[in-house]
């Protein structure tokens, strides 16, 4: 089955610290999801892309957080500095964008800043 | 208020039981609708379509009514193995979903 890739898989790092997070979407995807989970929040939407194009990154706190597709293999979400409040399970998902299409999940970078 | 909406529960039933979850969704735009099954630590996955005529697979049935603006999920006697947190997600827009906080299931023995 095909899946979509994300790493690392677990991350401890210092607060102030450059955290870069990386996704590889299913083949022939056209859209792009990332999502952070909590206990407190649950599943918020940080930003999504479409044919690489950002859609919406209103979820996104834009002073330190950054998304970008270079190519269409690879999603990049970036924090810079960190912040313990940062601490949370970032998903990355993809999908075929139709109105009707399910989005399907990476297994989740851990994220722990100290 | 959010703009999809789940008792979080958690819902502990028996082995063998039948149980249903509720959704409310806020935007009556919403195009289409989905219940997702999250397992501890892990990525959330699909489990199934909602459809406007209500659809079956297995022992999950789910119900959508769009003057209510409310979606059920219902497990039939329910497996050990059924034990997650049940996302109802909408989808507002092409391509755009939201989730609701989810519904914890604890099946016992």
């Known amino acids: 089955d095909a899946r979509v890739t994300q790493t690392p898989r677990h991350k401890v790092t210092e607060m102030g610290q450059e955290v870069t997070m990386r996704c590889q979407p299913i083949?022939?995807?056209?859209?792009v999801f990332w999502y952070r989970q909590t206990m407190m929040q649950g599943l918020e939407l940080l930003a999504y892309?479409?044919?690489?194009?950002?859609?919406?990154d209103s979820g996104m706190p834009k002073d330190r957080f950054s998304a970008e597709m270079p190519d269409a293999t690879l999603a990049t979400l970036k924090i810079q500095p960190s912040e313990p409040r940062d601490s949370a399970v970032y998903f990355c998902?993809?999908?075929?964008?139709?109105?009707?299409?399910?989005?399907?999940f990476g297994d989740g970078t851990r994220l722990s800043i100290l | 208020r959010k703009e999809v909406e789940q008792d979080p529960g958690p819902f502990n039933v028996p082995e063998g039981a039948t149980v249903a979850f509720n959704c409310t969704y806020s935007?009556?735009?919403?195009?289409?609708f989905f219940w997702y099954r999250q397992d501890c630590r892990k990525e959330p996955k699909l489990l199934m379509s909602?459809?406007?005529s209500g659809n079956e697979d297995g022992r999950f049935t789910a119900q959508l009514n769009r003057a209510s603006q409310y979606i059920s999920l219902l497990i039939r006697d329910s497996k050990l193995s059924d034990s997650a947190t049940y996302l109802c997600?909408?989808?507002?827009?092409?391509?755009?979903?939201?989730f609701g906080q989810g519904t914890t299931l604890q099946v016992k023995p």
């Open positions: 998902a993809s999908g075929l964008g139709g109105t009707n299409q399910p989005q399907h």
């Open positions: 083949l022939g995807h056209n859209t």
């Open positions: 892309f479409r044919n690489r194009a950002p859609l919406d």
């Open positions: 935007n009556s735009a919403s195009q289409s």
């Open positions: 909602v459809y406007s």
């Open positions: 997600v909408v989808n507002i827009h092409t391509g755009k979903l939201i």
